[in-house]
């Protein structure tokens, strides 16, 4: 039975023009062959499994990241983490980029540095779109670059240190700028961690758990507690985010021309397609099938 198509780190190792290292950091761009890599050309929705950071030197990239579209234009960046489902790939001819991604199994481990965890918990919950000024932009090429030819040298004996402290000098630019454009966001609360795990949780299990009841066990809290929290945090219930989530993973199916609403019912343990359709026509407005049928 079909499912949502994944791409994972390791689908990366045969892209073009790209470098990777130590099956955890991965480097690709465009910007003396103009084609785009190949994960980026999504013609249906699949779910990207390692944190991504994609910068726009010239033209412009539209792509759409759980069902909500970003554009980029020259000396934009978009962040996101692990996760995300993504679709609907267009660039400009004149599009140039650089990707840098990290392996889901490097994303979830603690920052060890103020720089890391600071910039993950902007951009952790949805992706981030940044505009960065043309000499940040600038620099930020030069460490890609430089990260390249470090990589590129198989007799270099401190690839570790060279590559944390390139990465460590991006993050800082880039938190720089989500800093200077919004206000200071306070330190960050345990009923707002508690919310970030309770998301994380959602997204990996939605489709066959949809009690609060499930989530509040994997948090070893009870039910109205994590009602509680969840509310104080983002102003809507747990079951609101369930839903959500459910719904927008029933789209992503959906979207799989070789699927069928039966077949959606059954991967997102529905009882049957009937009520698969009466709960999608509910939140959407119209049925899975006539969904499926829109251009």
Known sequence: MGQIEEVLFADL???KNART???SLFLCDNFTSGFMPQYLDASKPRKIRFATVVLCRAGSLSVKLNMQEYTLHNDDGLLFAPGIIGEQITASDDCRILVIAFAESVYNIPAKNSVSMQLRNYFHREPMLIHFPHQYAE????????????????????????IKSHINIISTYALHCIEASKEQLPERTRYERMFDQFLRDVKENCDKNRTVGFYADRLFISSKYLSKVVMDVSGRHPTDWIRDYVLLNAKA???????????VSDMLAFPNPSFFGKFFKEHVGCTPGEYQNQK
């Open 13 to 15: 190792i045969d892209e």
């Open 21 to 23: 290292w130590n099956n």
């Open 139 to 162: 620099t930020i090429t030069i460490h890609y670059r430089l990260m390249r030819d470090v990589l590129a040298d198989v007799s270099f004996s401190q690839t570790e240190e060279a």
């Open 253 to 263: 199916l959906l979207r799989n021309e070789d699927l069928s609403v039966q077949q």
